[in-house]
């Protein structure tokens, strides 16, 4: 097996985590009580300048990054949220336990939300930026959120960074991300007013100053606690500096697979832009039966992919079964024979539901050196060149 761990998670360790001996040296963990600047702050100031924003605010994980982000627009309760047809569940989660409903909208050949669906005067639209790969933006849209968990470090054409272009970016350091520990998100903005208001839901809705009991002025709002431990950013911050390595090693792995894998009819790559992420090379094959066969042979032989299938929304049990824990139902009460909140596609999402049933991803290494990677993608060119 060549790849046990995703991405960042093989980089953890003790070299370069000095911030985390030292929030153990000082016995404190949370960030408003730590000596300034807080392993937070640090984290927040560092990813704000590699991220390309004016600043950062470091919550729990990436799904309450996406509520806060959410929350932050100011929205009125049952108002439509526009997000992509073909991503994590959670994204609708986040929109919906905000009281807001989630539209799914259909997608492009690179599964990037399609703007062209969206009606006139979409206030609040999430583009998610799967599997590396950089999805274009609406234009004219207030609220674009930039769901940014799966393409960490990458750009668009541009060559803004993905997550610093709409009103907020959100991002995700789960296990299985490009950086990770173990559970952990952000939200990047644009304007230096959205983060005072961000970060004061995450604290209660005070007004705070750090070492100090939380400060509530006049008029604040009720907040939560979603605040990020002095632990977790420190390990955030390793592998932060990490992020350029990291990001190098898979555009070689990504070089060296596709100079591997020769053309075979059948198998089509779907190519990736400059500014993608190469968290993995993405194949269009022929047919299902094809893709899965390939899926089959690949697995057998200890080698690392998946399908997208999983993603497509409008087919997922929370999204179909439009149940929650509510007893009337809310939010989805509040849609319900509304046709503001069907779904936006062509075709019922036939050709999406089509094209992801022949799309197979092979995960890339960055933690693997040239040989093991040159190794890994024979393998994968023999599977291949055999089905
Ligand atoms: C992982 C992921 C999330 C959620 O991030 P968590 O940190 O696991 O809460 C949201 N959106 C996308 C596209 C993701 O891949």
């Given at each position: 097996m060549l790849r046990p761990l995703p991405y960042g998670a093989n980089y953890l360790g003790w070299q370069e985590t000095p911030e985390l001996r030292q929030a153990l040296d000082n016995k404190v963990l949370f960030r408003y009580s730590a000596p300034a600047p807080s392993n937070a702050d640090l984290l927040e100031a560092h990813a704000a300048e590699r991220l390309g924003a004016a600043r950062a605010l470091a919550v729990p994980n990436g799904t309450q990054a996406l509520r806060v982000a959410l929350m932050g627009t100011r929205p009125r309760v049952g108002e439509p949220v526009y997000i992509p047809a073909v991503t994590f569940v959670a994204v609708a989660g986040a929109v919906l336990s905000c009281g807001l409903i989630p539209v799914p909208v259909d997608v492009d050949e690179r599964f990037?939300?399609?703007?062209?669906l969206l009606p006139e005067g979409a206030e609040r639209v999430i583009v998610a930026h799967m599997e590396g790969l950089v999805a274009d933006l609406p234009e004219h849209v207030p609220y674009v959120i930039e769901d940014t968990a799966q393409a960490m470090g990458g750009r668009h054409?541009?060559?803004?960074?993905?997550?610093?272009?709409?009103?907020a970016g959100t991002f995700s350091f789960h296990h299985a991300k490009i950086l990770t520990s173990g559970e952990g998100g952000l939200v990047v903005v644009r304007d230096p007013a959205d983060w005072d208001v961000l970060r004061s839901y995450t604290d209660h809705g005070s007004a705070r100053e750090q070492g100090k009991y939380p400060a509530f002025e006049p008029g604040a709002f009720y907040g939560e606690n979603l605040c990020a431990n002095e632990a977790v950013t420190a390990v955030q911050l390793q592998q932060f500096r990490l992020l350029d390595e990291i990001l190098e090693s898979l555009e070689r792995h990504y070089a060296l697979t596709l100079e591997t894998v020769a053309a075979r009819p059948g198998i089509e790559v779907s190519p990736k832009r400059a500014g993608d992420v190469k968290t993995s090379v993405r194949l269009l094959l022929d047919s299902r039966e094809l893709r899965d066969g390939a899926l089959d042979r690949l697995a057998e032989q200890g080698l690392p992919c998946w399908s997208l299938d999983k993603y497509l929304l409008p087919d997922h049990p929370v999204v179909a079964g439009?149940?929650?824990?509510y007893a009337d139902g809310f939010p989805w009460n509040l849609a319900d024979g509304d046709d503001r909140f069907r779904a936006l596609s062509r075709d019922g999402f036939t050709a999406t539901r089509e094209r992801l049933g022949r799309t197979l991803c092979i995960p890339l290494a960055p933690e693997l050196d040239v040989e093991n990677q040159t190794l890994m993608a024979k393998q994968v060119a023999s599977v291949l060149a055999a089905l």
């Open positions: 990037g939300l399609d703007a062209s054409e541009d060559g803004r960074c993905a997550g610093s272009v709409g009103y439009r149940a929650s824990l």
